[in-house]
């Protein structure tokens, strides 16, 4: 009896955690459907193209200043909850300190590539102090530590209002295209000022310090995640780069209208992953029959969505496209029914971290990827000169399969979850049943 009710106030706070992630990301979604598209078509496929151009190449060092922790900081503070002041502390110091020296790098990154395109180089400019803005993140760690993911949706949907009233202001004063730019560091100052406050607020007990030995833990268990993320980054963003390099800023931003149609329906599977991990991730040392059951489950669900959702977008993406962003962007058609399917394969690998670091395989993840970053190049290469932007949406797909399903069998331990992923679909049934008794409860 005491167990059944341990576990449904697990499940409450599990569901009520994804819920206000989910609503989060939904009242984003809106905003991005109309602020966003309203946007893209008064800037034009060039200078849409121009703005994505840049936030490419700041990707690479956003990847660098998380220094990997997301997948690892929270498993060390379940295990070591004395410790969590220290390596909270000592995050938030590694975080900025890497956010200012990566502000440099990205602006002699742009210079090189585009000598002479004044315009690019001030555009990455307004964007690039979101690198260190973006470092309050660390404190959203703890509130995903504790379920508490409330706070940060909330902060997150008050900072995207206040750029949605600044962006129509835009619209209607028919800024230029720099201020359009600036749009995402205002979002991370405000969004990183409430979510520091409610921090305060919620645990003001909790004191941050800064310990090198705590420092050093912490990036040798994550190293293996940073240079993995760059790989991934890699292989996501390269090709808006090689777009740009091949074709034109035009044809990056018809390609990016593609890509961020297919990414709107991410925030489902990506909050159930975030509430999922640290659940997840204690019943590895209680019950492990159980934490394998959860994390099929977890998998299945992320399937039929992709595959609801690849269908769904695959008939309606020109109406949606038309729609959303007007006849001039009409040749992101064939891109979006092809990348709307590779989002699916992304979020399955989303979904691996938890393994990943439940069974401390941690080193295998910069295999498969670098794996899947050379595939992506390879073909970009290829497919961009020959079949422009839809080649580089077939590369992308490719790419995904291959680091989600492909990469792992090169890895004897790794290859396991093959085999744990294609046996969930026998959790069909229960999942199902789970499913049914939760909407039941809630009428």
């Not at 496929?45 to 690892?72: E, H, K, M, T, W």
């Not at 090709?239 to 149609?261: C, N, P, Q, R």
């Not at 085999?419 to 969930?424: N, V």
């Amino acid at each position: 009896m005491k167990q059944n009710k341990e576990e449904k106030s697990v499940a409450k706070k599990f569901i009520g955690n994804s819920g206000w992630m989910i609503g989060q990301q939904l009242y984003n979604m809106i905003l991005q459907l109309v602020v966003g598209s309203l946007s893209a078509r008064y800037l034009g496929p060039s200078n849409y193209g121009l703005i994505n151009y840049g936030a490419s190449i700041i990707s690479f060092f956003l990847i660098i200043c998380r220094l990997g922790l997301d997948s690892v900081i929270i498993n060390e503070m379940i295990k070591r909850p004395e410790k969590r002041g220290s390596y909270l502390g000592s995050a938030l110091v590694m975080r900025c300190s890497t956010s200012v020296a990566s502000l440099f790098c990205i602006m002699a990154i742009v210079r090189v590539l585009e000598p002479n395109n004044t315009v690019l180089h001030v555009i990455t400019l307004l964007q690039a102090f979101a690198v260190i803005l973006q470092s309050y993140e660390v404190f959203t760690y703890w509130f995903q530590l504790n379920l508490k993911m409330k706070y940060v949706s909330i902060a997150t949907m008050i900072a995207q209002t206040v750029v949605g009233v600044w962006r129509i202001m835009l619209l209607a004063t028919k800024a230029s295209v720099y201020f359009f730019a600036f749009s995402s560091s205002i979002q991370y100052l405000v969004c990183g000022g409430v979510v520091i406050y409610c921090f305060r607020r919620e645990h003001n007990s909790l004191k941050l310090s800064y310990s090198k030995d705590d420092a050093t833990y912490l990036i040798r268990g994550s190293y293996h995640f940073i240079i993995s993320g760059l790989a991934v980054t890699f292989y996501s963003q390269i090709d808006k780069i090689m777009i740009g390099k091949f074709l034109d800023s035009s044809e990056v931003g018809i390609y990016t209208a593609a890509a961020t149609i297919a990414a709107l329906w991410e925030f489902v599977p990506n909050a159930l992953i975030n509430s999922a991990r640290p659940l997840i991730i204690e019943l590895r040392e209680k019950d492990y029959n159980k934490y394998l059951k959860r994390f099929q489950q977890l998998l299945l669900a992320i399937t039929i969505l992709s595959v609801v959702v690849g269908v769904v977008v695959t008939v309606l993406g020109k109406i949606a496209i038309l729609i959303l962003y007007g006849k001039q962007y009409l040749e992101a058609t064939a891109p979006l029914g092809i990348l709307i399917w590779a989002t699916g394969f992304a979020m399955i690998g989303t979904a691996r971290g938890i393994w990943i670091v439940a069974e401390g395989f941690n080193k295998y993840t910069k295999y498969y990827v670098f794996i899947g970053a050379a595939v992506n190049f390879a073909l970009n290469l290829l497919f961009i000169p020959t079949l422009g932007i839809t080649g580089a949406s077939v590369t992308t797909l490719i790419s995904q399969i291959t680091v989600a399903f492909i990469s792992p069998l090169f890895f004897k331990k790794a290859r396991q979850f093959d085999a744990i992923y294609f046996g969930a679909f026998s959790q069909y049934r229960e999942l199902l049943e789970m499913t049914k008794n939760f909407l039941k409860s809630k009428r």
